[in-house]
């Protein structure tokens, strides 16, 4: 549809194409003031003062058609002619003066003259990439760089034109003045004569147009309303299961329990704890697998350490349990309700019906849609910095339920991957063009529009929109399910990681102490006077022997039944006595 668009721009000087191509401009001269004149009262104009030409009731000025101007009657800039002293320019009557004969090329042709060998302080806006803009500095000093559809487009002018571009940086009061809008900086400039022509890819508005010259349209685009898709679209409900974390943090919860299912394994093994060292190490790595994962799903560790290390282990691994838990249950909570409260946007009427539906849009675009759609005025909400990016994190954040953007250049953002699970909706709002700005009333629109129209004719502008709006090898838009903004990531877990870290360093220092000191004392002896199972290593240190405990508990177990038995015969020995006589 832009394509089509392009192509109407040539009606803008439909009798250029009338010229000779083998000239680059026609020869013709306007008849100047003194014979223009004369040429007028020959058709019955009278002179009345230095100020008025009578003709036909109405007054001209006296100087009418002898220069290149816009004058009464027409919208475009015109002179008289002498038609048999012009070669190969199209002409043709005047609509005031039906006899005489006026021509538009004249004046386009002459304006472009003027305009050679000049140099043009040009503002270039850098801060966004688009397909507008592509060059990062100086763009109009090195053509090596493919600049951008802009860009291209007004080297072409300058080359036809054989003037010279200069870029110019923004200054630093327009920025400040407009913070997070180098358009409406650049605007300032050319306001403040800081700069002659801005570049690129400003919007021709009509408040704009009170202040500056504007081109003829480089692209004629318009407005449409770009939504998220809904939660059908965003996958099955297994998949918004796992929303709430990122991928990151959910690969470093897989990995820190498997760390954490190893040391338990390493530090509680011979321990008499959780594990059977007669079994083996692969069954007992089981068992550390299924308590580690299980403590995720009930919420608590379920390990039942002996070891100091493994009691630090635990203690710090239950904290990484608790809080994960707790940050999974809210977010996933608070996503599911934000999902549901969100209202269905296809149009500019559901928005509009929507008491509680909020529109984002640059504060440039404010005055058209309040003067379109009244009702929108005390829920738009813009961003503090124009740009897509900005304006595209508000509708992330849900701070607005639809985004105004310009169709073109938003549709080529989707088709590059930019902005994924979002939809351009409804009709086209209202038409926006996009333009060269120049000075007010500095002449340089009117050759930059002929120059433009040249290009229409040769299909320049209609190659480079292929170029950078339909660029081949475009990556599509993956699913983006929900922005990072709103998913519990790595650095929130981050403090309690560190914590689980510390713990973990400390059960492993603990747990090869522990290996050394046994290393360090093979032998034991029997400590005079002390019972047999409490051993003294030869540096005094008492510990338990395990095979000595076990004897032990073995010969009381012996001396418990054998006094059961002995009770319970006696027991029964009672039992069978004859009662006492009285």
């Not at 009345?48 to 009578?54: A, F, K, P």
């Not at 919420?299 to 994960?324: D, H, N, Q, S, Y």
Request: hydrophobic fraction near 40%.
């Amino acid at each position: 549809m832009l394509l089509v668009r392009l192509l109407f721009l040539s009606l803008f000087f439909c009798t250029a194409h009338a010229a000779s191509e083998s000239d680059e401009f026609a020869t013709c001269q306007c008849l100047g003031l003194s014979k223009a004149q004369t040429t007028l009262e020959s058709v019955g104009a009278t002179k009345v003062n230095d100020s008025c030409l009578l003709f036909k009731n109405i007054c001209y000025p006296p100087e009418y058609g002898s220069a290149c101007k816009e004058w009464p009657g027409h919208q475009k800039l015109f002179c008289l002619i002498d038609y048999q002293a012009c070669t190969g320019v199209p002409f043709g009557p005047s609509s005031v003066f039906p006899t005489l004969n006026i021509s538009y090329l004249t004046c386009l042709q002459n304006s472009v003259k003027a305009i050679k060998s000049k140099q043009l302080r040009t503002g270039y806006i850098t801060k966004f990439s688009d397909p507008y803009v592509k060059a990062e500095a100086y763009p109009f000093e090195d053509d090596a760089e493919p600049g951008g559809y802009s860009v291209d487009l007004l080297r072409w002018i300058r080359n036809r034109g054989n003037f010279t571009l200069v870029t110019t940086e923004l200054s630093e009061t327009s920025m400040a003045a407009f913070p997070g809008n180098p358009w409406s900086a650049c605007i300032n400039d050319l306001i403040q004569d800081n700069v002659d022509l801005c570049c690129c890819n400003l919007w021709d508005t009509v408040s704009r147009r009170m202040v500056v010259d504007f081109s003829v349209p480089l692209v004629s685009n318009y407005f449409q309303l770009l939504t998220l898709l809904q939660d059908g679209s965003r996958g099955s409900q297994f998949v918004a299961l796992f929303r709430p974390f990122t991928t990151g943090l959910w690969v470093t919860v897989l990995i820190t329990t498997l760390v954490f299912m190893v040391l338990m394994l390493i530090v509680e093994r011979d321990a008499d704890s959780d594990f059977d060292p007669s079994v083996g190490w692969a069954q007992n790595t089981f068992h550390s697998f299924y308590l580690s994962f299980n403590s995720l799903f009930a919420g608590g560790t379920l390990f039942t350490p002996r070891t100091i290390p493994g009691k630090i282990l635990t203690l710090c691994f239950g904290m990484f349990v608790l809080v994960l838990v707790a940050s999974f249950t809210a977010n996933l909570a608070a996503q599911l309700t934000a999902s549901n409260l969100k209202p269905s946007i296809d149009s500019i009427s559901a928005l509009i019906e929507n008491p509680d539906a909020k529109l984002c849009a640059p504060d440039i675009a404010v005055e058209g849609i309040v003067g379109l759609y009244p009702p929108l005025k005390e829920r738009i909400v813009q961003p503090l910095h124009h740009g897509n990016v900005q304006e595209m994190e508000l509708l992330w954040q849900g701070k607005c339920d639809a985004l105004w953007a310009e169709s073109a250049a938003m549709q080529y953002e989707i088709a590059q991957g930019l902005h994924c699970n979002t939809t351009l909706v409804g009709q086209a709002l209202s038409p926006i063009s996009v333009a060269f700005a120049v000075q007010k009333d500095s002449g340089y629109a009117t050759p930059l529009s002929y120059l433009t129209q040249q290009a229409v004719s040769e299909g320049i502008p209609q190659t480079l929109f292929t170029d950078y709006f339909r660029p081949e090898g475009a990556i599509g838009c993956g699913k983006k399910e929900v922005a990072d903004e709103e998913k519990f990531g790595v650095a929130s877990m981050s403090g309690v990681l560190l914590f689980l870290g510390i713990g973990a360093v400390l059960a492993v220092v603990g747990h090869i102490g522990k290996l050394i000191w046994k290393r360090s004392h093979p032998t034991a002896k029997v400590s005079p006077g002390a019972s047999e199972t409490t051993l003294v290593s030869p540096q005094g240190s008492r510990y338990v022997d395990d095979n000595k405990t076990t004897e032990m508990l073995e010969d009381l177990q012996a001396k418990v039944d054998l006094l059961v038995h002995e009770l319970t015969v006696r027991n029964k020995a009672s039992l069978t006595k004859s009662p006492p006589e009285h």
